[in-house]
């Protein structure tokens, strides 16, 4: 009732408003409203359940189950006519849950004789409105609705003219009781200053007076009565009419009608003219056809039939089930981040359950049970089967909400990072944790890999082509770029690069959010923030993201050439048309109304078990695999057989051994047995034996001497050793672990972190046959075997002289080195190791050109340079 009191006083607000208006154009449905509704006198405002229901009251669209179709015809006075047309239906799409319809109402008079001095002149007028209409349930009992109006008039002859113009209708009905029915509707009530009126094409305008309409419906038995008051608030000389109307069901199939309207009086505008009005219905089925007979008593040939044809889809009369269920637990739409939930409730005459398609027994007419869940939303359906054997449906909707290790209830990015998850338009990683990560910055590649995700195009496998040329045919994110630059999200840089491990900036990423919800652009004139220029590239799609309150956590600056963090995307796309649809469909609950429950207890404890879980499985496992290891040995020696393999593409020696031995250090061997000179030359398509294990040669390692070098030298690597970054903890597989390389690693600093030894990161990268260990990119998966099946790395052995007789240790020929390779460690620059070296950091130049780099600021972690004694 509440509710129903500040609609009607927001009504009343909107009448005040427009005061002042004195007269103006008639609204064509004022006559054109259907033959049922004519029939009963025009008391049809708080009837309004039919398709006409637009024409009086478009609340009545509120309670449609289905579709309807509804039109009429009529003469009024034999001269002026009238056609209408409606058809409605159901939708159910993100906030919309109710009717939409369509409706047009026009009418016109032809041939109209004037004289003038040159004799008779005649004209032709038209009056056409046309109608979209939307009706909906708004609380129990209480349907609301409105209409947008869209009007041409115009006439044509000797002299012609036309106009159009925009208003709009905002109605209400409610059930008061099970008998009584109250309906409200304001008919035209934008006033001038908003747009509620006519514009001729010669500059003249013309308002459309707002009409109150306010009634009541009472319905006994087979009779329902209505009564409506038509006001002109807006119209000091116009005075206020009524109307009464009632309808008589003698069977399905007639009704009988009539009704008093008054209307205006023709003859005295501050007067009215009442008229009595007859109609008769027939249905047949879904098809109705209604007739109404109104005659006009202040006028000459006053009489005027209305016709209307309707139809709508048949209604399914519910059978009556004597038996019912009530879930007491959960409440529909419960958000929880548990992966199962109690469910628990009565039954009133049911003799057998079932939920989420499981039996569940019956205590005392009670059940309970826990039924498991999946991430977002689920819904849990409960049937029951009553004694007399009738069906018995309910069902509750949760929702099982996402979380991360990293994103504590506290976290500033917490209800968009979890409910963005939960929908399906952003994940995290599974490893070493669940972690979604969201200080870190996020590349081009992983931002269009999220949306082409979250938007659920289907990336086939023909988008695996190289478009641009820094992306390479196995890069992981190819498919998705090619599919994101296809829908046109995104495209490349005009060198004909992508750059997909560049990070996002921010004004790139609201570029692609803001094409992603198809936002209009238009010129700025001032910038929305004090550091970003006008004429900047990308101001007009930042401009139009603010406009649309997509960056409302950014103030007076918003940086937007600095790297965006994957939260700071979470925390605008939840802004998004795009993320709230998708939230709204997966939590049936619009974004700023979801209240996230707490996070359960002792998360963090709850997830180390699991990882100890893991652990304890990953032994598990090693023990299979060393026993299936025994058995391949046994098996081998069993069945000595050689065997050839032809070289694919991408195959080692090491590879090779692994596959065929499970020991890389055996490609030695396999290269002596093969008289291969060169362990790294294999060429695709040679063919290699494979003897078996026992046959292969014994190789002998040539021992490693030791290296004399220069104190300069020596000088150069203490200062390196001082500044290697401190010890991280080493977490030494037992079994073989895949690592996805994140922004900052390297694989020295991989080695140092599983086997604490950051000098095997050369052993790492022949292990996965990696080249250069200097060039690995983000995304990329490598294997990270036990530190037993590393394969031995041998350095080329510095000069020997010939070894004595007697064992003694070997002699070096002692000259100081030209040259010393060094390694780049994290934020060094050519510049800092210019100055390092040659105490001058202006030679990075001649340190750049020795080493053939092109581009002095492009180096990067781990790589390998020269440093010459001299430049």
Not at 78 to 84: L, P, T
Not at 692 to 713: C, Q, S
Request: net charge negative.
């Amino acid at each position: 009732m509440k509710l129903l009191i500040a609609i009607i006083l927001i009504m009343l607000v909107m009448i005040s408003s427009a005061y002042g208006v004195v007269n103006g154009m008639e609204d064509p449905i004022q006559i054109g409203i259907g033959s049922r509704s004519m029939g009963m006198g025009k008391a049809f405002v708080a009837v309004a359940d039919d398709g006409s229901a637009i024409f009086t009251n478009p609340a009545g669209l509120g309670g449609f189950k289905d579709w309807t179709f509804n039109s009429m015809y009529a003469n009024l006075l034999n001269e002026i006519y009238y056609v209408v047309g409606e058809y409605s239906h159901p939708v159910d799409f993100w906030l919309l849950d109710g009717n939409v319809a369509l409706g047009f109402v026009g009418s016109g008079v032809n041939d109209i004789a004037t004289t003038s001095q040159t004799g008779f002149q005649f004209y032709n007028f038209h009056s056409s409105v046309y109608l979209l209409s939307y009706g909906t349930e708004l609380a129990p009992n209480l349907l609301a609705g409105g209409n947008l109006k869209y009007f041409s008039k115009g006439y044509s002859g000797a002299v012609s003219s036309t106009g159009v113009g925009m208003d709009l209708d905002l109605g209400i009905k409610y059930q008061w009781t099970d008998w009584l029915t109250f309906g409200l509707c304001m008919q035209d009530c934008l006033p001038m200053s908003m747009g509620g009126k006519i514009t001729m094409d010669t500059g003249a305008e013309e308002s459309i007076p707002l009409n109150a309409i306010v009634g009541l419906a009472a319905t006994v038995n087979e009779f329902t009565i209505a009564m409506d008051a038509n006001l002109a608030p807006t119209q000091t000389n116009v005075p206020t009419t009524y109307h009464l109307g009632l309808e008589w069901q003698l069977s399905p199939l007639l009704k009988l009608r009539t009704g008093m309207d008054q209307i205006v009086s023709a003859a005295e505008p501050s007067g009215v003219a009442t008229n009595y009005t007859f109609g008769v219905g027939l249905s047949l089925q879904r098809f109705a056809f209604d007739y109404a007979y109104h005659p006009y008593y202040d006028e000459a040939g006053n009489l005027t039939h209305f016709i209307s044809l309707s139809s709508m889809a048949p209604k399914r009369e519910p059978k009556e089930v004597i038996g019912d269920i009530f879930i007491v637990d959960p409440n529909d739409k419960t958000l929880t981040y548990y992966k199962d939930i109690k469910v628990a409730g009565k039954v009133d005459n049911v003799e057998a359950l079932w939920i989420a398609g499981e039996r569940v027994p019956l205590v005392n007419s009670e059940f309970e049970t826990t039924v498991p869940l999946d991430y977002g939303l689920n819904l849990i359906d409960v049937e029951g089967r009553t004694k007399q054997g009738d069906s018995v449906k309910r069902g509750v909707y949760v929702i099982r909400v996402r979380m991360f290790s990293d994103v504590p209830e506290y976290y500033w990015a917490r209800k968009s990072v979890e409910c963005l998850s939960t929908a399906g338009v952003i994940q995290g990683y599974t490893y070493p944790k669940v972690m979604f990560d969201g200080e870190r910055e996020i590349t081009r590649a992983e931002f269009v890999t999220m949306l082409v995700r979250a938007l659920g195009v289907d990336v086939k496998p023909q988008e695996n082509k190289v478009i641009f040329k820094d992306t390479a045919a196995d890069h992981w994110a190819l498919a998705y770029i090619n599919t994101a630059d296809k829908l046109g999200l995104v495209h490349g840089y005009p060198d004909g690069n992508f750059r997909p491990d560049k990070p996002m900036t921010r004004a790139e990423a609201i570029k692609v959010i803001v094409r992603l919800d198809n936002l209009k652009l238009k010129p700025v004139i001032a910038s929305p923030y004090s550091d970003l220029p006008v004429k900047h590239w990308a101001t007009e799609y930042i401009f139009a993201a603010k406009e649309a309150g997509f960056l409302a956590q950014y103030n007076k600056q918003l940086h937007p050439d600095e790297s965006i963090r994957r939260a700071e995307v979470t925390e605008i796309l939840v802004k998004t048309y795009f993320g709230q649809d998708k939230i709204y469909k997966t939590f049936r609950t619009p974004y700023n109304r979801i209240e996230l429950p707490p996070h359960p207890p002792k998360v963090e404890e709850k997830i180390e078990i699991i990882e100890e879980k893991i652990e304890e499985k990953k032994e598990e496992v090693e023990v299979e695999v060393e026993k299936i290891e025994v058995e391949v040995e046994v098996k081998e020696e069993a069945a000595p057989k050689i065997t050839t393999y032809v070289v694919k593409r991408g195959d080692t020696l090491a590879s090779i051994a692994l596959k065929y031995y499970d020991d890389v250090s055996k490609y030695k061997a396999l290269a002596q047995y093969n008289n291969i000179k060169d362990p790294e030359s294999l060429a695709v398509g040679q063919k290699i034996l494979i003897p078996p294990v026992g046959d292969l040669p014994r190789v002998i390692e040539t021992p490693p001497v030791e290296e004399v070098k220069p104190a300069e030298v020596e000088k150069v690597e203490e200062v390196v050793e001082e500044e290697k970054p401190a010890k991280v903890e080493v977490v030494t597989p037992t079994v073989g672990v895949t690592h996805v390389i994140q922004m900052a690693d390297t694989l020295l600093t991989i080695a140092q972190k599983y086997y604490g030894d950051g000098t095997k990161y050369k052993a790492l990268a022949k292990y996965n046959n990696i080249s250069d260990p200097g060039k690995i990119y983000q995304g990329q998966r490598i294997k990270v075997p036990p530190v037993e099946q590393l394969p031995t790395v041998v350095e080329a052995p510095a000069a020997v002289k010939e070894a004595p007789a007697k064992p003694e240790a070997p002699k070096v020929e002692e000259k100081p080195k030209k040259e010393t390779t060094y390694i780049i460690q994290s934020g060094e620059t050519l510049m800092s190791i210019a100055r390092k070296f040659y105490g001058d950091g202006m030679k990075y130049k001649a340190l750049a050109e020795y080493n053939g780099i092109d581009d002095p600021e492009a180096i990067s972690v781990g790589q390998k340079i020269l440093i010459p004694d001299k430049l």
